[in-house]
């Protein structure tokens, strides 16, 4: 067995006062950008205000959205850039920003290739909500995306011998008096410091883990549990405010339809399990909408029901294609019994409607006719293969979609749309992208697209 792979951060005694280009935020999106900027000749530091890496990154599960690819190709998917513009256009209201959608669809796929250079292979694909074709690529072990995409850049950041400290908490971006960045004051190891620099890239993600900060754009959303990690409290959002950027979209805050929330940690549940087959039903052992709906339109079903949740339902066959599932269900989170009606008589649904909702689904699979909700993806493969297996789950906050304004150069913008020279951003601090919902497999996809970008454009700016 392969040892396990350990990434050690610099000791901040080793900061130093001046760098050519400082990235806050060790996640997917400044992993990217760093690796980016250092093969072009750069100089980067990374900084992490948590003691762990990866950020939200980390908890990604279900893949990177891309078409026209090399890989669609090889599973028989043939799909264009445009397909997957309208489709996420669609799927966020028509109200993402068109600028940095045609930016991200027509450079997901090179992104995807830029990743196997690196050799981090994304050689299996799946399919999410909203999308009408299978473009989210994953791991051929089809392991979580998030984890295994951190630890691969990590790998890169240790080749290209990046320095990375963990622990580091920026207080404030710094200005020179033409208005451009200069630099920044940080908290390492208790003691304040300043740092030169004449380029910052936030990738410090969204704010889904601020209680008070989700409250002040959604007050109807106080007391949701999250599937944020605890370090998602929108500190670079508040950063780029400071020095007169601008936000947009902030009161636009995706709710995750599946969420495993019954004790007091919330585990998402990947969209992969019902892009591979799973359904939902209520406590009736009925379904009650397409489960491939967009993630807002599932999440307000759910709700809708007033029951506390909902089920997810899937057998053995799609438990096989989502390697997810067996973390879950070694922290307790699945129940799997060897026949459906076990399984509805020890959750309390009823045995009989649910056995009728399972044969009325697996002939939809059979015709791919789903008469009842019209789904039209994610039906390969019938539930009919024991174990049966059943998730509880019920929505939770999972991604804010609204943040600091940039163009699609990444470069952040005022409330004038000037730009704050040497300041860039990318990933989930950045608002527009998505529009009102934001369709799963595209946040990976942003991080590594944006991520390319934002190295590229501080190398054109910094030369």
């Not at 935020?25 to 980067?44: F, N, R």
């Not at 980390?58 to 599973?75: D, F, I, P, W, Y």
């Not at 209680?211 to 605890?230: A, E, I």
């Amino acid at each position: 067995m392969a040892e396990k792979f350990k990434f050690a951060p610099r000791d901040v005694s080793e900061l130093k006062n001046e760098y050519d280009l400082i990235i806050i935020g060790s996640g997917a999106a400044g992993l990217t950008s760093a690796i980016q900027a250092k093969e072009l000749g750069l100089k980067p530091i990374i900084l992490e205000k948590m003691d762990k890496l990866g950020g939200n990154s980390t908890r990604a599960s279900s893949g990177m959205n891309a078409a026209e690819t090399l890989v669609q190709l090889k599973h028989n998917v043939v799909d264009s850039f445009d397909d997957f513009y309208e489709e996420t256009y669609v799927g966020g209201g028509k109200l993402n920003n068109t600028e940095l959608l045609r930016y991200f669809s027509n450079h997901a796929a090179s992104s995807v290739e830029w990743l196997a250079d690196h050799k981090i292979f994304l050689e299996d694909i799946t399919i999410t909500g909203g999308m009408s074709k299978m473009r989210t690529h994953r791991p051929a072990s089809m392991a979580p995306i998030g984890a295994f995409l951190v630890t691969e850049l990590l790998k890169q950041i240790k080749l290209l011998d990046i320095p990375l400290f963990a622990g580091v908490n920026v207080k404030e971006l710094l200005l020179d008096t033409e208005q451009k960045i200069c630099g920044m004051k940080v908290v390492a190891n208790g003691a304040p410091k300043k740092i030169i620099t004449k380029a910052i890239i936030l990738a410090t993600g969204g704010f889904g883990a601020n209680q008070d900060m989700l409250v002040k754009y959604r007050p109807d959303l106080k007391g949701y549990k999250t599937t944020n990690q605890p370090g998602a409290t929108g500190d670079g959002i508040k950063l780029a405010q400071k020095v007169g950027a601008k936000v947009v979209d902030m009161d636009q805050i995706q709710i995750h339809p599946t969420v495993q929330q019954d004790n007091d940690h919330a585990y998402l549940i990947g969209e992969a399990v019902r892009g591979e087959g799973a359904i939902l039903v209520n406590k009736a052992g009925k379904r009650f909408v397409n489960e491939l709906d967009t993630r807002k339109v599932v999440s307000n079903s759910i709700d809708e029901l007033d029951e506390g949740g909902a089920y997810l339902i899937f057998d053995k066959s799609i438990r096989d294609r989502v390697k997810a599932v067996e973390f879950y269900a070694s922290i307790g989170l699945v129940k799997t019994e060897d026949s459906l009606g076990k399984l509805a008589l020890e959750n309390e649904l009823d045995e009989r409607s649910l056995v009728t909702t399972i044969e009325e689904w697996n002939k939809s699979v059979e015709t791919h006719n789903d008469f009842k909700f019209g789904r039209k993806t994610g039906m390969d493969r019938s539930i009919k293969e024991e174990p049966y297996n059943l998730i509880h789950i019920a929505p939770a906050v999972h991604y804010t979609m609204g943040g600091v304004g940039i163009n699609s150069k990444t470069e952040v913008l005022t409330d004038n749309n000037s730009v704050i020279a040497g300041l860039y951003a990318c990933g989930e601090i950045v608002g527009g992208l998505h529009g009102n919902n934001r369709i799963g497999g595209n946040s990976i996809a942003e991080t590594v697209i944006f991520g390319r970008q934002s190295g590229q454009q501080v190398f054109n700016y910094l030369r």
